[in-house]
């Protein structure tokens, strides 16, 4: 029998968090809770973060499923805004063999938080680099790197990645992501968020329908 699997770690102001797809469901806030064999296999990753002062930093939010595209996103509290998407990340997968690694802190004025899924011995990493201003009220920089390439967050901020192709093959996207961000910290209201984005976006935008369709093989209508 299975076994969901998390794992959380606290060390100066870095919180992480791993999860491993199974066959019969997936990791989540229950260590020790059985899963239901007739369960499709899938991982779902819950919300965690830092917050240091105005600045809040968020990593987890992932929702892999069989036979769909995964999706995980990280987010962002700026001094004196609400939560915000600092980056969405939709990419292929292999089912079983998928893991993900999710982690974020802050230290001082600057906050990390990453996500690196692996598929089939593959690799791609994920990071978003934000610093405040000396006064600690604004923004002073903020990036993104993804498979070691940086990219310019005022270009977008949505990332259709191919993780089967060695390296991973990364198309950035300017589409309009979710602006209300619910509490997440149970897997239930992230898998709930994750479908929707999911599937919002592929209704947004032909591109990445047809990406994700790659993976389930029906394009939208």
Not at 8 to 36: D, E, F, K, Q
Not at 80 to 108: C, M, Q, R, W
Not at 203 to 209: E, I, K, P, Q, R
């Given at each position: 029998m299975h076994h969901r699997l998390h794992h959380h770690h606290l060390h100066r102001h870095v919180i992480s968090a791993v999860c491993v797809m199974l066959v019969a469901g997936c990791t989540g806030n229950h260590p020790n809770l059985p899963l239901a064999p007739s369960k499709p296999a899938q991982l779902i990753m819950s919300e965690g973060g830092s917050t240091n002062g105005g600045l809040s930093i968020f990593h987890g939010?992932?929702?892999?499923?069989?036979?769909?595209?995964?999706?995980?996103?990280?987010a962002v509290a700026k001094p004196g805004h609400s939560k915000e998407i600092a980056y969405a990340l939709i990419f292929n997968h292999d089912g079983p063999n998928t893991s993900v690694k999710s982690e974020s802190g802050i230290s001082d004025a600057t906050g990390n938080t990453?996500?690196?899924?692996?598929?089939?011995?593959?690799?791609?990493?994920?990071?978003?680099?934000?610093?405040?201003?000396?006064?600690?009220?604004?923004?002073?920089?903020?990036?993104?790197?993804?498979?070691?390439?940086?990219?310019?967050p005022t270009q977008g901020r949505l990332f259709l990645i191919d993780i089967e192709s060695r390296p991973p093959t990364v198309t950035q996207m300017d589409l309009e992501l979710p602006a209300d961000i619910p509490d997440l910290k149970e897997t239930e209201a992230t898998e709930a968020f994750g479908d929707e984005t999911l599937n919002g976006l592929r209704h947004a935008d032909t591109n990445v329908d047809a990406f994700c369709a790659r993976m389930d093989g029906k394009a939208r209508e």
């Amino acid at each position: 029998m299975h076994h969901r699997l998390h794992h959380h770690h606290l060390h100066r102001h870095v919180i992480s968090a791993v999860c491993v797809m199974l066959v019969a469901g997936c990791t989540g806030n229950h260590p020790n809770l059985p899963l239901a064999p007739s369960k499709p296999a899938q991982l779902i990753m819950s919300e965690g973060g830092s917050t240091n002062g105005g600045l809040s930093i968020f990593h987890g939010n992932v929702v892999v499923k069989q036979g769909q595209p995964g999706i995980a996103m990280a987010a962002v509290a700026k001094p004196g805004h609400s939560k915000e998407i600092a980056y969405a990340l939709i990419f292929n997968h292999d089912g079983p063999n998928t893991s993900v690694k999710s982690e974020s802190g802050i230290s001082d004025a600057t906050g990390n938080t990453t996500h690196t899924m692996t598929c089939d011995g593959n690799d791609c990493n994920a990071a978003y680099h934000v610093t405040l201003s000396e006064d600690g009220k604004d923004v002073a920089t903020e990036s993104i790197t993804i498979a070691g390439k940086p990219y310019d967050p005022t270009q977008g901020r949505l990332f259709l990645i191919d993780i089967e192709s060695r390296p991973p093959t990364v198309t950035q996207m300017d589409l309009e992501l979710p602006a209300d961000i619910p509490d997440l910290k149970e897997t239930e209201a992230t898998e709930a968020f994750g479908d929707e984005t999911l599937n919002g976006l592929r209704h947004a935008d032909t591109n990445v329908d047809a990406f994700c369709a790659r993976m389930d093989g029906k394009a939208r209508e």
